[in-house]
C-alpha cells in the first residue's frame, strides 16, 4: 500500500510532455490589424447634394448656470397709521432652552416725538 501511494505521487509531480514548438495553440485567434479610418473626405460632384459638418460632441453637455444673483431684500413693512404714527412689522426666531423654536411676530409703532 506505501509503494503504491508513492507511485501515485510521483506520477502526479511529473511534467506532461512539452508539444511542438512550432504549433499554434488551438485556442488562439489569429491576430487581424484594422487601419485606422478618419472621416471621409467631403467631395461632391456637380448633381449631389453633400451636407458636410461634424456634430458638437458638446451638444448634449449640461451647461454651467449662470451667475445667480441674490434677490433684492423686500422692502420694510412701514406705513403711516395717523398723523406722524408709523407702524411696522417685523418677524424674527428665537431658540428657547429647551430646543424649540419660537417663531415671533413683532409690531413697531414709531412715533416721534
Known sequence: MPSS??????LQAAAP?????SAPAAHQ???IV????GPAPCNGNGDEVVVCGRRDPY???LKPLP???EAAALPKAETTLFGNVKGSATVDKQQM???????RVMLHLK???
Open 5 to 10: 501511494v508513492v507511485l501515485v505521487s510521483l
Open 17 to 21: 510532455a512539452p508539444g511542438p514548438a
Open 29 to 31: 485567434l489569429p491576430r
Open 34 to 37: 484594422l487601419p485606422l479610418v
Open 59 to 61: 451638444r448634449y453637455r
Open 67 to 69: 451667475d445667480q444673483q
Open 97 to 103: 432652552p429647551q430646543g424649540a423654536v419660537s417663531n
Open 111 to 113: 412715533m416721534p416725538f
